[in-house]
T-cell receptor, first 116, second 111 residues
């Protein structure tokens, strides 16, 4: 257990439905990342926050995806009008960013999304 | 775009052997590399990292080697154990601590 939690762990939904995932990072970590991972592939970066500010978004993050981190603590990732291609593991990671050196990203267990 | 990739999709070893997992990267500007281990149903777990100003770093039973001349990274696991069975990813820092992962190598350790 890295200290990063995600909820739910599994989600099955029908195409066209909206889904929301939650990530609770390690409490003192100011950066929070979302990644998507499909079977047999490495995680792909989606977006990240520093405190409550969303600083970067990948081109993978279509307009059906939205992420928030309203108080700089937990974050939510919402997918609207889900498509079968959205089926994947959604991973959250956090780190304590300090400008002088690189810090390890701690990953949560992920949310497995299946779109029928 | 530039990416990180792995040479071998699956590596099978006997318990007690040493394992070597390789990774090629193409972004010569990358200055930080990390190896992650991922077990089934879990998120990636940090193993070891290395900055580009180093060519070798050792941890407990693991060593990472970096060859910037040929843009090659390797992970050596000494005395491999069944608990080491997992998928291993190399990743490079793409800026702002955003990681670019390779496709992964599955390590299978037989008792």
């Amino acid at each position: 257990d890295t200290g990063v939690s995600q909820d739910p762990r599994h989600k099955i939904t029908k195409r066209g439905q909206n889904v929301t995932f939650r990530c609770d990072p390690i409490s003192e970590h100011n950066r929070l990342y979302w990644y998507r991972q499909t079977l047999g592939q490495g995680p792909e970066f989606l977006t990240y926050f520093q405190n409550e500010a969303q600083l970067e978004k990948s081109r993978l993050l279509s307009d059906r995806f939205s992420a928030e981190r309203p108080k700089g603590s937990f974050s939510t990732l919402e997918i609207q009008r889900t498509e079968q291609g959205d089926s994947a593991m959604y991973l959250c990671a956090s780190l304590k960013y300090e400008t002088s050196y690189y810090n390890e990203q701690f990953f949560g267990p992920g949310t497995r999304l299946t779109v029928l | 775009g530039e990416s990180v990739g792995l040479h071998l999709p699956t590596l099978s070893v006997q318990e007690g052997d040493n394992s070597i997992i390789n990774c090629a990267y193409s972004n010569s500007a990358s200055d930080y590399f990390i190896w992650y281990k991922q077990e089934s149903g879990k998120g990636p777990q940090f193993i070891i990292d290395i900055r580009s100003n180093m060519d070798k770093r050792q941890g407990q039973r693991v060593t990472v080697l970096l060859n910037k001349t040929v843009k090659h990274l390797s992970l050596q696991i000494a005395a491999t154990q069944p608990g080491d069975s997992a998928v291993y990813f190399c990743a490079e820092n793409s800026g702002y601590s955003t990681l670019t992962f390779g496709k992964g190598t599955m390590l299978l350790v037989s008792p």
